[in-house]
């Protein structure tokens, strides 16, 4: 078994990417929101007001999914669904991925 992690910057990407996991069945997949440490540190300190600048607002808020899968060709599948579909974690405004064996998990497992 593995660990998925999907960071997505875009919102817009939510609906495809949680589509791309219950067609491969990982329905035990959690979805948590979040906020970028550019959002937290730049309204408290003047110094690093030009950050917000240059990060955007778009990238102040993101979606972690976190997912336990089979294998690493779950995995890979689903980079290929999400290349598809237009989705590429090779660009700087989508988010990043990431997966890592998991040496213990208790609860049931779908699709994992």
Known sequence: MRVLIIHLLKEEDLQTVSSL????GLFNTAIVDGEGVENIGVPQDQLFASFQNLF????AYNRTLIAPVP???TVEMFLHLCEG?????KKSDTGWLLS??????VGVEDGA
Do not use: A, R, V
């Open 21 to 24: 996991l219950i067609e491969l």
């Open 56 to 59: 955007g607002q778009g990238s």
């Open 71 to 73: 294998d690493m060709d």
């Open 85 to 89: 579909q237009g989705i590429d974690f």
């Open 100 to 105: 890592f064996p998991c040496d213990f998990f």
